[in-house]
């Protein structure tokens, strides 16, 4: 099959920052692409260089693709003093060009040479592959699934907030039907019944889908291949067969990791114990044969010499394996607290009364040792607030709230109160231990690297700080942790992890996160969240 998109030896700077380097890939016709990697990774800038909307600073991007191409970036770039018409008409430009120019050509059909009927043949049914008649009707449809139904036509954009924005350029794109889309993030803004629509769209679309995502689910159900953004390698690593290869082979490379690592160890150790050993354990006061002294000598000179040359090459073969070690692979995260082993029992927080402005009203909210809530609702339901003042955070304006035991507080947004700070000083505050026994803690939940330790805080990017945020939780004890959006900029494999960490804690557990196949997988209550109140959702 042919190749549609390819990249030749691609490298790409921003700033002193080197994101991709010496990078290729290839995409056939019809492949359904998951982007994935961590935040600042550079799995914008591939999609924006595939678009063309920026250019390599070396190597070359090639597309074709005869039935157009779209692109919506994370953040839609639409004037704010032209209106919402005016965006439709510039999504669907490329297909009124085609109808004016079918129409022309329509007009002098009927003694027209073959190669204008050839023209008028094969433009037609590129239309109507496209479907270009149905357009301006999908324009509507995608308005009513994405929630606008109601948005005027005439509204300026400027007057549009940032999520209704993202939606209209989604409705845009969906149905100006272009051979290849290029998405980035086109869940986010999204609630469930417009990703069910978002994701059999794309299912039903003919074309080529490079889409950068977070959203497992949406991958899982869409991608026929991942590709990730390395940033350690500045490089790209693709799976192919969908979500499903991608989460295995990363398991698979864990375990051979493990495996290399143990050998690694068992021949250091070997050698070092024949190293040390065996030179004194041959030929130890050997008796005379025949009385022969001479010929004894000689072979027990032969022996030694035998022994010494084994010997050498025994601590030349250590000293190779010493040069170039296999790194240890990191813990699985798991969290430290233990409620079972001296934790505090029973009612850990209680809310009764407790008002929040008109931000959050609970009339009665118990939360006990062991217990697992999963807090949701749409958007400014109060779901934060109520976290906040769980944690204590968040003072209320009338009501008690009790609480007991030890609390750990995962925030959805991080701040940056000391940016020169160097990262493991952040990490340390607060906790007791010498520097390196805290360092050695920090590298073994896989996080960072040693060469990350020093990096001041104000460099870090949302990813790492959302993972520095993630390493004090993991160092400190707690009997309830309330985590609100916890899988935020974190790359799949952190978050397949952190999920399997969770479901192993004993302790309470609060969660608030758009993360469906989290919300799928969650071991406990859900409790939906509407204008501030909290109610208990029936199984």
């Not at 906790?431 to 360092?439: C, I, K, Q, S």
């Amino acid at each position: 099959m042919p190749t549609q998109i390819s990249l030749h030896d691609i490298a790409r700077s921003r700033g002193e920052r080197l994101l991709l380097d010496g990078v290729s890939l290839s995409v056939r016709p019809g492949e359904r692409v998951g982007i994935v990697g961590e935040n600042g990774a550079g799995k914008s800038t591939l999609l924006r260089l595939i678009a063309g909307v920026e250019q390599p600073d070396d190597g070359h991007v090639v597309l074709t693709a005869d039935g157009g191409i779209g692109y919506l970036g994370q953040t839609p770039d639409l004037p704010p003093d032209r209106t919402v018409q005016d965006a439709i008409d510039a999504a669907l430009a490329d297909l009124r060009d085609m109808e004016r120019r079918l129409r022309t050509l329509e007009s002098g059909l009927g003694d027209a040479p073959a190669a204008r009927l050839d023209e008028y043949g094969d433009l037609l049914t590129l239309f109507e592959l496209r479907g270009g008649y149905e357009a301006d009707a999908r324009v509507e449809a995608a308005l009513h699934a994405l929630g606008l139904e109601g948005l005027g036509h005439d509204r300026l954009l400027g007057s549009l907030s940032g999520g209704e924005q993202a939606r209209l350029g989604l409705a845009c794109l969906i149905a100006a039907a272009p051979e290849v889309m290029l998405l980035d993030e086109p869940t986010n803004h999204l609630d469930a019944a417009a990703l069910d629509w978002l994701e059999g769209a794309l299912l039903a679309h003919r074309g080529t889908i490079l889409a950068v995502s977070h959203d497992r689910l949406f991958l899982q159900r869409i991608a026929t291949a991942i590709v990730e953004v390395d940033a350690d390698r500045r490089g790209l690593v693709r799976y192919g067969d969908g979500y499903g290869t991608f989460v295995a082979t990363k398991a698979t490379a864990r375990r051979r990791w493990e495996q290399e690592y143990a050998a690694w160890c068992g021949e250091i150790a070997h050698l070092t114990d024949f190293a040390a050993g065996t030179a004194h354990g041959v030929a130890p006061g050997r008796a005379i044969k025949d009385g022969n002294k001479m010929a004894y000598d000689r072979a027990k000179g032969r022996v030694q010499a035998s022994v010494s040359s084994r010997v050498r090459n025994a601590q030349e073969r250590l000293r190779r394996l010493r040069e170039h070690p296999v790194p240890k692979p990191p813990e699985p995260l798991r969290f430290r607290a233990a409620p079972g082993l001296g934790g505090t029992e029973g009612t850990l927080v209680q809310l009764d009364g407790v008002r929040v402005g008109g931000r959050l009203a609970v009339d009665s909210l118990s939360i006990t040792a062991g217990e697992r809530l999963l807090i949701h609702g749409p958007n400014g339901a109060g779901k934060t607030t109520l976290l906040r003042v769980l944690a204590g955070l968040t003072a209320p304006d009338s009501g008690m709230v009790l609480r007991r035991g030890r609390i750990g507080f995962l925030a959805q947004e991080i701040p940056v109160s000391r940016p020169a700070e160097p990262l493991l000083d952040a990490f340390r505050r607060g906790l007791a231990g010498h520097p390196e026994e805290l360092a050695d803690l920090l590298l073994s939940f896989g996080l960072f690297r040693e060469r990350d330790l020093q990096v001041p805080v104000g460099a870090l990017s949302a990813g790492q700080r959302r993972r520095l945020a993630l390493a004090r939780l993991l160092a400190r004890p707690a009997d309830l942790l309330l985590l609100d959006e916890p899988t935020n900029h974190l790359a799949l494999g952190l978050v397949e992890e952190l999920e399997a960490a969770l479901a192993a804690w004993p302790g309470a557990l609060v969660m608030v996160t758009h993360d469906r196949l989290l919300r799928r997988r969650f071991g406990g209550h859900p409790y939906e969240i509407r204008n501030g109140r909290p109610a208990l959702v029936a199984a």
